[in-house]
């Protein structure tokens, strides 16, 4: 293989890959990306066994052929190189040589054939969606989705495709156990012919975190989305991106989100979120339990800790009701508030124990709710 490329070109396919290669090496081939020039350019493609990534970049190609080496070394060479061309060449014992004016590098490679092959891809039955719509929602709905969590099924988010004859509607929905963010909007036109009402999967939370990344980047042609019995296929201008689905049932949220009844407590986002940035400095560290009251036009934050000593703010907010003293993790409060982009946010619960709706006027497709904490 010998080929010719644009050192920021390469650079954007590199990038983009980091994420999807394996870091924890069970397989040492897992840890490299596949390079493989073909006639219309150089292919990069990147997988976990669970997500596969595959890209094609333009370059000249001298000799074809196909080689595999570390994501993350061929990524730190040349994020060290000045602009322009680069030129790999891998020899019979896949060592590969990598010339940029008069630095020249020869890194160790594995075999092309080696590498694990990625999902065969169909087409058809894949569904135009706008890219800002649902990178919101994926912003929206990541933070609540679990990290390592012992239930599996928790450290996905469960995905809903909604079709019909007049428009497509998405609903990402991420939860821990302590907390729920469901977001929904319209997020395309009619559903394709043959697309059933209703589709339903779950992403691990990886492979969300990837097409993030991808629709963070912008640049054009609308992103297409697919599931099959499996898989879930992710195309964006030139770019495929595969996950496999995780198996198993997804808690039945609809019940822990609360009626919208009672009486909601209003409050300027902007002050409470500063205000609890300050009162959780000194609550005990692990659980940064902040106590919170409610009481006619005011609302009162309260922390304290056995080691450094306590904190209390008082703020100005619409609420009607009974006093009412709860006590919630501030780090899982701040988690929300940092999602939302409206002024005012309104939080609403029936018992100081029960769970609480987190809204904005702003985003009515939007819930969240937070479980408090004894204190």
Known sequence: MKVRI????????LQRVQGVVEKRNTMPILSNI?????????????????????????????????????????????KELPSGDIELTSADNNWTTIQAGKSQFKVVGLPSHEYPALPTIDREGLTPLSGDGLLELIRKTLFAAGDNDARYILNGL???????????SLRLVGTDGHRLAVAEQEVGKAGSKGMPLEMKAIIPKKAAHEIRHLLEEGGDGEPLIGFSKNLMIFRKSGLLLTSRLMEGNYPNYQQVIPKESGKPISVDRAELESALRRVSVLSKDKSSAVKVSFASGKMTLYSSSPDYGEATEELAAQYEGEPMNTGFNARYLLDVFNVMDGDTLSLQMETPLSPCLVQEPESPGFKCVVMPIKI
Request: aromatic letters at 4%; a negative charge.
């Open 6 to 13: 644009g050192r920021d070109e390469l650079l954007t396919g």
């Open 34 to 78: 596949l390079l493989e020039a073909k006639q219309d350019g150089v292919e990069i493609v990147a997988t976990d066994l669970e997500i596969g990534l595959r890209g094609l970049y333009k370059a000249t190609v001298l000799t074809p052929g196909g080689v595999t080496i570390s994501a993350r070394k061929l990524f730190e060479i040349v």
């Open 158 to 168: 469960l995905v809903t495709l909604l079709g019909t004859e007049k428009k497509t």
